[in-house]
């Protein structure tokens, strides 16, 4: 089983429509001075407007969507089939002056270990995936298919491929981001003594209850927590080593198939992952992004988000909250979802849409 197969908290700012009941709570002491009620009045109508801005796609009825890989999925020789259509091809010589080394060439010839590191897989999965979209298009048909695609989502980092096929930002700026991203994790992850590990053949409830059993007997900067909500039996746990050692001492006895060790570098989504969050809130700031063209679903929330700063938030909290991706699937399939595809190296996603949904129409593209 391969490790994105199995893979792929630091609480949000208190939001302004909590801020105004706040103020609300304490309105006696906010009437003894007029401009403290203007300020309170300015904040409530921030919140609504704000509220309003992200509501553009609450009603949105998926019928195609385009499905993006997350860490995890790369692998040695992905690339080379992008070589063949110019404007793929072009991604990755303009990544080339962003990153400051050859990506194809890593992605292209390894080595494996060097393709695997969080600050290399990152970037190459995101040029990967765009790269693919191009290649579709440049084959008959394609285009009219990317025009009908009405909602898009990736699994973790893919979220970033997601807004960038949506038109929130340019591919060079997701590239920016992606790249500090992966280098802002790694650093967390060096900081710590943390890991991940799959567990297999269990339903979500009895995941918590193995977590909550290890994190009996380890101390409080071990503790473990459930990171990837992956699909019905196949759930990511991150932690401290420790923690993660109890949970897969423990999984025989809560009557899991196995368990697998996860080959990245820590305990991600998780509060491991804190000290990455200054660093890519600062680099959202300095980042135009705009109201996506299509849906995105998010992964912290399985909600599609509008409005540019709640995205930037939601881009932030995404590295220490779990994903809830088998929430947005299941979403997208009550939805009525017709069609969609898997774009970027690996076909990961499509074995999660299968298993949640034997008779899915689903189809991969790669590059």
């Known amino acids: 089983m391969s490790s994105s197969a199995a893979s792929c908290f630091l609480s949000p700012s208190l939001p302004l429509a909590k801020l105004s009941r706040a103020n ?26 704000s509220d309003a801005r992200d509501a553009l796609f609450s009603d949105y009825s998926p019928n195609i969507a385009f499905l993006f890989p997350g860490q995890g999925a790369q692998t040695v020789g992905m690339g080379k089939e992008a070589q063949s259509v110019q404007a793929a091809a072009e ?5 080339n002056d ?22 290399i ?30 909602v898009t989502c990736g699994l973790s980092l893919g979220e970033y491929t997601a807004l960038a096929f949506a038109g929130a930002f340019s591919f060079e ?33 009895k995941v918590q209850l193995l977590c909550d059993a290890a994190n009996e007997e380890v101390d409080e900067n071990e503790k473990v927590q459930i990171a990837n909500f992956l699909c019905p039996g196949n759930y ?22 196995m368990t697998v060790r996860l080959a990245v570098a820590g305990a991600f989504h998780t509060r491991f992952m804190e000290p990455a969050v200054s660093r890519l809130e600062a680099a959202l700031a300095a980042t135009e992004i705009r109201t996506p063209r299509i849906p995105v679903i998010s ?15 939601i881009l932030a909290r995404q590295v220490t909250s779990p ?45």
């Open 323 to 367: 994903v809830q991706w088998e929430l947005t699937v299941k979403t997208l399939l009550d939805k009525g979802l017709k069609k969609s595809y898997e774009l970027g190296p690996g076909k990961v996603i499509a074995g999660i849409v299968k298993r949640m949904n034997k008779t899915a129409d689903l189809e991969n593209i790669g590059a």
């Open 24 to 49: 609300g709570a304490r309105s006696s002491l906010w009437r003894c001075h007029p401009w403290r009620s203007r300020v309170s009045m300015t904040v409530s109508v921030k919140s609504q407007e």
């Open 91 to 95: 991604l990755y010589d303009k990544a």
């Open 121 to 150: 897989s990152q970037p190459a999965i995101y040029v990967t995936s765009l790269a693919a979209v191009e290649v579709l298009r440049a084959r008959d048909g394609g285009q009219d298919i990317i025009s009908s695609v009405d």
């Open 299 to 313: 992964n912290v929330d399985a909600q599609p988000h509008s409005d540019p700063d709640t995205i930037k938030n």
């Open 98 to 119: 962003i990153l400051g080394f050859n990506l194809l060439d890593v992605c292209n010839n390894g080595p494996k270990e060097k393709l695997n590191s969080t600050v």
């Open 236 to 257: 990511a746990v991150s932690g401290g080593v420790k923690g993660v050692e109890a949970v897969e001492a423990k999984a025989k006895s809560f009557k899991a198939r």
């Open 173 to 205: 700026d997701g590239l920016k981001l992606v790249k500090l991203r992966g280098e802002a994790m790694q650093d967390a992850a060096d900081a710590a003594n943390s890991a991940m590990v799959s567990i297999i053949g269990l339903d979500a409830e």
